[in-house]
């Protein structure tokens, strides 16, 4: 029986259950895919990360729902970087993952003890708001935009916390113009103490909804530094948990920033 190193953390979250669930896997070199998949299924939060050396402060980095691999993860990727930092003994300034789909993304632990995450910043274009999606959120959203995801723009952030998806619904409205609706972020400007509130489905992902997702921030942050002129800090609503994430857009990247906290630390056993 293989025994591998095994962590539970709370990514974009000050304390234990706030934010975002991940697992992260450190390993020596990546198992077959369909047994990624299978310990992914077996852990049961949104994402597990498996890492694996490939140099000075360099990691190859893997994401993988219950249900799939996903081209890009940030709260995942934020729990990595802290699990290298607070419990595999790195003790330089940055950390470089090296991802199949995203590049390199490198993580850095700032003075106040967050970690700084540089991602790419996705391409966007204005799409149409129909009546399907509509109805899928219960809501008419004021517009949408396509990118990695489909993100419906709402004028309140109580629009947003209030909202009675369907997420069956959200599940079944397929792809358009190469944005796949099966996964859906909703946002507002404003909200308590905060510049932008929103929440997240991703059923397509086999995640009805996320509690912080990174990934769609960097849409978040396509979206509106540009129109608010600064950096924003940001508010994922999701039911019970919430999650605080800085984002900043500089130039074709976005700045990612938030705290990690782990809860489980033990083997996984094969």
Avoid at 109 to 120: L, T, V
Wanted: proline share 7%; aromatic share 10%.
């Amino acid at each position: 029986m293989t025994a591998l190193p095994f962590f539970q953390i709370d990514a974009f979250a000050s304390k234990p259950f706030e934010g975002n669930q991940a697992c992260v896997m450190p390993m020596d070199a990546f198992l077959p895919d369909a047994t990624l998949l299978k310990i992914a299924a077996e852990n049961n939060v949104a994402e597990t990360a498996f890492i694996v050396p490939a140099g000075d402060g360099v990691w190859k980095l893997r994401w993988f729902t219950p249900a799939l691999e996903v081209p890009l993860c940030g709260h995942a990727t934020l729990a990595s970087a802290h699990v290298l930092f607070s419990h595999q003994g790195f003790s330089g300034e940055e950390i470089a993952f090296d991802t199949v789909k995203s590049g390199r993304l490198t993580v850095k632990r700032m003075p106040d003890g967050r970690y700084e995450m540089d991602f790419p910043a996705p391409e966007l274009h204005r799409m149409d708001v129909t009546e399907d999606v509509a109805t899928a959120l219960g809501a008419w959203p004021l517009e949408a935009w396509g990118g990695p995801f489909y993100a419906a723009v709402f004028g309140d952030p109580e629009d947003i916390i209030g909202m009675q998806a369907d997420i069956d619904q959200i599940a079944r409205l397929g792809v358009m113009k190469d944005v796949d609706r099966g996964n859906l972020g909703v946002l507002a400007p404003g909200g308590d103490g905060v510049d932008v509130t929103s929440r997240f489905f991703a059923p397509a992902s086999g995640i009805p909804e996320d509690p912080a997702t990174g990934s769609w921030h960097c849409m978040v942050a396509a979206i509106m530094c540009a129109r608010l002129k600064k950096p924003l800090d940001c508010y994922q609503a999701y039911p019970g948990r919430g999650a605080k994430i800085g984002v900043e857009l500089v130039g074709d990247r976005v700045k990612l920033r938030g705290q990690a906290v782990t809860v489980i630390e033990g083997k996984f056993s094969l």
